[in-house]
């Protein structure tokens, strides 16, 4: 019996992806998985046997150590931002349709205000500079495909933000948390039914997606401390406290 159901291959399963991939096979696709070390996003040789027989792509995929890719550089452009090209190459000449997930890291506090999909992009970190490079890539690459912005994500696969707060409040009675970095925790499973959306119609070009509203990260941890009812003491500090490698926005809000 010839089977009808629609085929999607989603690469990456890491916190997107695991929800992604859920909610896809209750939306009733036959979804393959597709990750390392199986599967190598920048070995575009494998690209065929692995994807060939998916009608849809979704790529949850990405080097994500905002902080390691300063010594890492070639790495984090290999996968961020070569590879989503390569990517739009294979789906364009497969007549594929393809989701792409990007990052509020492309932005870097030009403005205090929330960020359209049409204002300049200004990333301060290596991180941020081969996602934005990889959407580039994938745009001129031809192929049908959404680009969706994320940020703050959180889920109940994978570490986050909230993970790392009740794993710290665990072990410390006092914690510090920045006060001047700005955006939306927003829900995986959110981001997955957005990402059903664009299957389900095609929806091309790029598109912004965040949870309503502005937060920032210390009014965000003082959250997660009473939801927990935990009793560690929390202090607003700035970001020049907790020097890193890498530069972060301090806004990340979305229009």
């Not at 393959?32 to 009608?55: C, I, M, Y």
């Not at 359209?116 to 745009?139: H, M």
């Not at 990260?217 to 500090?237: D, S, V, Y």
């Amino acid at each position: 019996m010839k089977n009808n159901r629609k085929k999607l291959a989603v690469i990456g399963n890491g916190m997107l992806g695991y929800d992604v991939t859920r909610a896809a096979e209750n939306s009733g696709w036959q979804v393959s998985v597709h990750d390392l070390p199986e599967f190598d996003l920048t070995d575009e040789k494998r690209f065929e046997q692995a994807l060939g027989g998916a009608d849809c792509i979704v790529n949850c995929a990405a080097y994500t150590n905002v902080d390691k890719a300063e010594s890492e550089e070639p790495l984090c452009m290999a996968v961020n931002a070569e590879a989503p090209g390569k990517l739009g190459n294979f789906a364009a000449a497969g007549g594929k349709y393809l989701i792409h997930i990007s990052t509020d890291f492309v932005f870097g506090d030009l403005t205090d205000a929330p960020q359209k999909e049409s204002d300049p992009t200004n990333p301060l970190s290596v991180y941020g500079k081969s996602k934005l490079l990889g959407e580039e890539k994938l745009r001129v690459s031809g192929c049908r495909c959404g680009i969706i912005r994320v940020q703050w994500s959180y889920g109940i696969n994978g570490n986050n933000f909230i993970t790392k707060i009740l794993e710290l409040a665990k072990n410390l009675p006092k914690l510090k948390v920045v006060d001047d970095q700005t955006g939306a925790p927003t829900c995986n499973r959110d981001m997955a039914r957005a990402v059903m959306d664009f299957l389900d119609n095609r929806i091309e070009g790029l598109y912004h997606f965040a949870a309503s509203g502005y937060t920032t990260r210390f009014e965000t941890a003082g959250e997660i401390i009473r939801h927990f009812k935990l009793n560690t003491e929390l202090t607003p500090c700035k970001s020049g406290e907790f020097p890193a490698p890498a530069v972060r926005p301090h806004n990340s809000q979305f229009d």
